[in-house]
């Protein structure tokens, strides 16, 4: 939901790319959001996206600026992003601490026969460094080795990890990975990166986390369902479970941090009295061209929004209900799947009447 041309939005009733109809009516953007962010030809900043997926994504990064204007010219915009769980929610995200990493190499076999002794014993020798530094070379070392190891080694490294899994034989050490690592077999059978599941770090998100993603972070999402709100870009780059890879450029532009949690964004109340079961929400990242409300009214409730200084778009994933501008004078019904864009400056309510009703609205403001 947008204007990025590879995934372009329409209005409804005429066909229209809404990209054009902006771009005839600049006033819809807001001239202070126009400015801000550069844009032409009726674009928006932010890209809004409801993801539902049983297997895995890529293992990827995104891209900051400077690199994107060089790799994909065409759209040299940073990519960064926002994710909210809809469901319970795995992904990888980050690298494991250094001294976990040191451990599995340790108690796994088929992992340690991918990389050259020395690395092995340079990593294990600061995994508990206090040098930060130092520890952050030694990933890059052994992740660059990972990432450029002998595929069909790798792949045959994999088929004695699994049967040894499957067999019962894993040690006490490895039960905490056992599982992801089967079922990311199970969705990409040989791919070299299964083994991820011994450097980055797994999170299990439940509904209502919400979290950024970094330039540069590596990532990939295992199962679920969520939003996702990004700055309009697809300046990604897979490592494993794609079919295009870009393994120099990946590990180019890499962070190597590892990540012990993640920080989760706290949601803030957007109208008095919100809960996270009703009224509305407002999840605000670090990420300056977007933020997302989650809006919840049971049947017969009634949510107002003040005007904001910027566009945005609503989604409704439950229930159906109304929206109301224009001072009560134009109303919209929507249902579940339904998409309403919603000009800057526009005052708005939305009503439930014969159901509960839930939506999510993206949007950008400028001070």
């Given at each position: 939901m947008g204007t990025?041309?590879?995934?372009?939005?329409?209005?409804?009733?005429?066909?229209?790319?809404?990209?054009?109809?902006?771009?005839?009516?600049?006033?819809?953007?807001?001239?202070?959001?126009?400015?801000?962010?550069?844009?032409?030809?009726g674009q928006i900043p932010f890209l809004f996206k409801v993801m539902s997926f049983d297997k895995a994504l890529p293992v990827q990064i995104h891209l900051d600026r400077h690199t994107a204007e060089r790799v994909h010219s065409e759209n040299p915009r940073a990519y960064v992003e926002m994710v909210l769980a809809l469901s319970d929610f795995g992904a990888l995200c980050g690298f494991l601490p250094t001294f976990q990493v040191s451990e599995f190499l340790s108690f796994v076999p088929e992992f340690a026969s991918l990389f050259t002794p020395n690395i092995i014993a340079h990593f294990t020798s600061v995994a508990r460094s206090h040098d930060e530094s130092e520890r952050k070379a030694a990933l890059k070392d052994l992740f660059s080795c990972y990432a450029q190891a002998d595929k069909e080694e790798a792949a045959a490294q994999l088929k004695r990890l699994v049967e040894r899994y499957q067999a019962g034989k894993e040690s006490g050490e490895e039960k905490i990975v056992k599982s992801l690592v089967l079922r990311l077999h199970e969705m990409y059978p040989d791919d070299s990166g299964v083994f991820c599941a011994f450097i980055l770090k797994y999170f299990d998100f439940k509904p209502g986390h919400a979290f950024s993603v970094a330039t540069g972070e590596p990532h990939a999402y295992i199962t679920g369902d969520i939003i996702e709100c990004m700055a309009t870009s697809d300046n990604t780059i897979p490592l494993a479970f794609s079919s295009h890879l870009d393994v120099p450029t990946f590990l180019t532009n890499v962070a190597y941090n590892p990540t012990p949690g993640k920080t989760l964004i706290q949601p803030t109340m957007f109208t008095r009295g919100s809960t996270r079961t009703s009224g509305s929400l407002l999840y605000n990242p670090p990420i300056d061209e977007l933020a997302v409300m989650q809006v919840i009214l049971a049947k017969g409730d009634v949510e107002s929004h003040h005007k904001l200084r910027g566009p945005s778009i609503a989604v409704v994933v439950e229930g159906e209900g109304t929206v109301v501008w224009a001072e009560g004078a134009k109303r919209l019904g929507v249902r579940k799947g339904q998409v309403v864009f919603i000009a800057a400056g526009t005052e708005v309510k939305y009503s439930a009447f014969e159901t509960s009703f839930k939506l999510y609205r993206a949007f950008v403001e400028v001070a």
């Open positions: 990025h041309p590879n995934a372009p939005t329409r209005v409804h009733s005429t066909g229209q790319l809404l990209s054009e109809h902006l771009a005839a009516h600049p006033e819809l953007v807001g001239e202070s959001v126009i400015k801000r962010f550069g844009l032409e030809n």
